[in-house]
């Protein structure tokens, strides 16, 4: 495992423990790709603390969407996520739909 591997496990482990200090989450162009927007979207399913999620420029495409929004459903606090830079698709978007129609705190999406 390396370094890199290691600190974002960290990441996803304080996103999952709902680390009440961890409000804001910038994963700006860090890499994670579709494996880490699905650790991070499993996380989301128990964190209530999360108000803004910076993801630009991850290499994230439909099926890494489609596990974020699952996370993004339901998520109480979370109010701005930023997805711009990525692969969304039309799988990723679609999901991303069904996301916001349940999950009303969301104020600003950002996929451009």
Partial sequence: MTTMDSKMRDVYNRVRRDD?????????????????AKDLGDALHSNTHLVVLFLDDNGISGSGCQALAAGMARHPALKFVFLSYNSV????????????????????????
């Avoid at 009440?20 to 880490?36: E, Y």
């Avoid at 039309?90 to 451009?112: D, R």
């Fill in 20 to 36: 009440p200090s961890l409000t804001m989450l910038n994963l700006h162009n860090a890499c994670i790709g579709n494996q880490g």
């Fill in 89 to 112: 698709g039309n799988s990723g978007a679609a999901a991303i739909t069904v996301a916001l129609k349940e999950n009303h705190i969301i104020q600003v999406l950002n996929l451009m």
